[in-house]
C-alpha cells in the first residue's frame, strides 16, 4: 500500500512568520511531489511542484524534496491569514499517473 | 487563466437512481482525471482516462461507475445505481505533457 503521510495538524503559526509543512511517502519510486491548498468547502489548488532533490522558490512557497529520506516539505514565508488552509501533499510515479494524496495538514495563521 | 469547470455543483439523487457528473478540462489538456473526497478524508485517486480509453481505475472505480468523452469537450461520470456511501465531493482534473494535474471547484453528491 502505497502512503502519504502528514501531520494533521492543527498547526497553528503567528502572521509573519514561517510555516513548515511535512510529507514523508512510501513509495521509493516515486518522482513527482505536489502541494495542494484546499480551502474548505473547496478543491485543491496545485501551488508547487518539484521533480528534483532539493529547494524549489516561487514567491513565498519553498518546496524543498530529499529522496532519499523520502521526504517533502513546503515553507511559506511571511505567512498571511489568507494562509489558512488546509495542505495536500500528493505524489505520483510518473508524469500523468495517479496522484496519491496524504490527509493534510490544517494550518492556521494567527493574526 | 484556463481553468477546470464541472456541473453540477450540488447534485441530490436517491439511493438506486443514475447520476452524470460533468466536467470540461483545460481545453489543451490531454490528461483526464476524476477523484472524489469522502467528508473529512483524503482524496482518493477514482479513473484516469487518456486518448479516448481509460488507462488507470482504482478499487473504488467498480462496474456501476463509467467515464466518457462525448465529444471534444466534455468528461463525464456516470454513477449506475447510486449507494448511500457514494455521498461525497467529485473533482475532476486534467494535465497536459508534463504531469501537473489542475481541479475543478467540484461537485458535492448527495444519496439520500
Known amino acids: 500500500q502505497k502512503e502519504v503521510e502528514q501531520n494533521s495538524g492543527p498547526l497553528s503559526v503567528p502572521e509573519g512568520a514561517i510555516a513548515s509543512l511535512n510529507c514523508t511517502y512510501s513509495?521509493?519510486?516515486?518522482?513527482?511531489f505536489f502541494w495542494y491548498r484546499q480551502y474548505s468547502g473547496k478543491s485543491p489548488e496545485l501551488i508547487m511542484f518539484?521533480?528534483?532533490?532539493g529547494d524549489k522558490e516561487d514567491g513565498r512557497f519553498t518546496a524543498q524534496l530529499n529522496k532519499a529520506s523520502q521526504y517533502v516539505s513546503l515553507l511559506i514565508r511571511d505567512s498571511q491569514p489568507s494562509d489558512s488552509a488546509t495542505y495536500l501533499c500528493?505524489?505520483?510515479?510518473?508524469?500523468?499517473?495517479?496522484?496519491?494524496f496524504g490527509t493534510g495538514t490544517r494550518l492556521t495563521i494567527i493574526p | 487563466e484556463p481553468e477546470v469547470t464541472q456541473t453540477p455543483s450540488h447534485q441530490v439523487t436517491q439511493m438506486g437512481q443514475e447520476v452524470i457528473l460533468r466536467c470540461v478540462p483545460i481545453?489543451?489538456?490531454?490528461?483526464f482525471y476524476w477523484y472524489r473526497q469522502i467528508l473529512g478524508q483524503k482524496v482518493e485517486f477514482l479513473v484516469s482516462?487518456?486518448?479516448?480509453?481509460?488507462?488507470?481505475k482504482s478499487e473504488i472505480f467498480d462496474d456501476q461507475f463509467s467515464v466518457e468523452r462525448p465529444d471534444g469537450s466534455n468528461f463525464t461520470l456516470k454513477i449506475r445505481s447510486t449507494k448511500l456511501e457514494d455521498s461525497a465531493m467529485y473533482f475532476c482534473?486534467?494535465?497536459?505533457?508534463?504531469?501537473?494535474?489542475?481541479f475543478g471547484p467540484g461537485t458535492r453528491l448527495t444519496v439520500t
Open positions: 482534473a486534467s494535465s497536459e505533457q508534463l504531469g501537473e494535474q489542475y
Open positions: 513509495d521509493r519510486g516515486s518522482q513527482s
Open positions: 518539484i521533480y528534483s532533490n
Open positions: 500528493a505524489v505520483n510515479r510518473f508524469g500523468n499517473e495517479k496522484l496519491t
Open positions: 481545453s489543451n489538456h490531454l490528461y
Open positions: 482516462f487518456y486518448n479516448n480509453e481509460i488507462s488507470e
